[in-house]
C-alpha cells in the first residue's frame, strides 16, 4: 500500500488560509469517506482534526474543515493561527488496512 | 481521562526482537479496536497494524505482516507489539492509539516508545 501524497510544505500568514491536497487511488481515498486528518507537533502524539472526510471532532475549532472530491482529500485551515503550526496527515481506510499521507508541514509566517 | 502510556523501547541490534507495551486508563479498554502505528525519523506516519476488541481478528501492514506480532490481555487492560528480526529501517517512535470504529478514525494515541535498530 502506497502512502498518500500530499504537498511537502504549505504557509500562510496569520488570519490567512492554507489548504493541504491529500491524492490517493480509488482503492483508499477514493472508495470510501473515511478520510481522517491529524495534527501533530514537534515532540507531541497526533490529533484526529477531522475524520470521515468532514466531521470535526468535538473541541476541534471550525477554522478546521475537511472535503473530498474523487481520489483527493483536501484539508482547510481558515485565519491560521501560531498553533496551527504544526506536521498534518491525512489517512484513509483501504478496505481492512489503513494509508498515511506523506505529511506536509504547515507553517505561519 | 483516557491515557495510553506505551513503554519497551530501546536500542536493539539488528535482527534482535522487542516487545512494546502499551498501558490504557479512563476508557473501557475490552469494548475498543486498538492499533500501532510508527513514525520513522525523517518521514511520515506509517499505519501498521490493528486487534478488535477480543483479540481474535488482527490485520496487518504488508511491511511488518510475518516480522510483528499484535496481541492484548483485556484483564491487564494492555496491548502489545512483538517485533521480529528487526531492520534499521524499523527505526522509529511507536505510538499505540484507540481506533473509534464508527468514525474509521483514531481518537486518543499515547505519547510514543522510540525504538532504535542499530549495531
Known amino acids: 500500500q502506497s502512502a498518500l501524497t500530499q504537498p511537502p510544505s504549505a504557509s500562510g500568514s496569520p488570519g490567512q488560509s492554507v489548504t493541504i491536497s491529500c491524492t490517493g487511488t480509488?482503492?483508499?481515498?477514493?472508495?470510501?469517506?473515511?478520510v481522517s486528518w491529524y495534527q501533530q507537533h514537534p515532540g507531541k502524539a497526533p490529533k484526529v482534526v477531522i475524520y470521515?472526510?468532514?466531521q470535526r471532532p468535538s473541541g476541534v475549532p471550525d477554522r478546521f474543515s475537511g472535503s473530498k472530491s474523487g481520489n483527493t482529500a483536501s484539508l482547510t485551515v481558515s485565519g491560521l493561527q501560531p498553533e496551527d503550526e504544526a506536521d498534518y496527515y491525512c489517512?484513509?481506510?483501504?478496505?481492512?488496512?489503513?494509508?498515511f499521507g506523506t505529511g506536509t508541514r504547515v507553517s505561519v509566517l | 481521562e483516557v491515557q495510553l502510556v506505551e513503554s519497551g523501547g530501546g536500542l536493539v541490534q539488528p535482527g534482535g526482537s522487542l516487545r512494546l507495551s502499551c498501558a490504557a486508563s479512563g476508557f473501557t479498554f475490552s469494548s475498543y479496536w486498538m492499533s500501532w502505528v510508527r513514525r520513522a525519523p525523517g518521514k511520515g506516519l506509517e499505519w501498521l497494524v490493528k486487534i478488535n476488541p477480543d483479540g481474535g481478528a488482527k490485520t496487518y501492514a504488508d511491511s511488518v505482516e510475518g516480522r510483528f506480532t499484535i496481541s492484548r490481555d483485556n484483564a491487564k487492560n494492555s496491548v502489545y507489539l512483538q517485533m521480529y528480526s528487526l531492520r534499521g529501517e524499523d527505526t522509529a517512535v511507536y505510538y499505540c492509539?484507540?481506533?473509534?470504529?464508527?468514525?474509521?478514525?483514531?481518537?486518543?494515541w499515547g505519547q510514543g516508545a522510540l525504538v532504535t535498530v542499530s549495531s
Open positions: 492509539a484507540r481506533y473509534r470504529a464508527g468514525a474509521y478514525d483514531y481518537d486518543y
Open positions: 470521515e472526510v468532514a
Open positions: 480509488s482503492s483508499d481515498v477514493g472508495a470510501y469517506k473515511y
Open positions: 489517512c484513509s481506510y483501504a478496505g481492512s488496512t489503513y494509508v
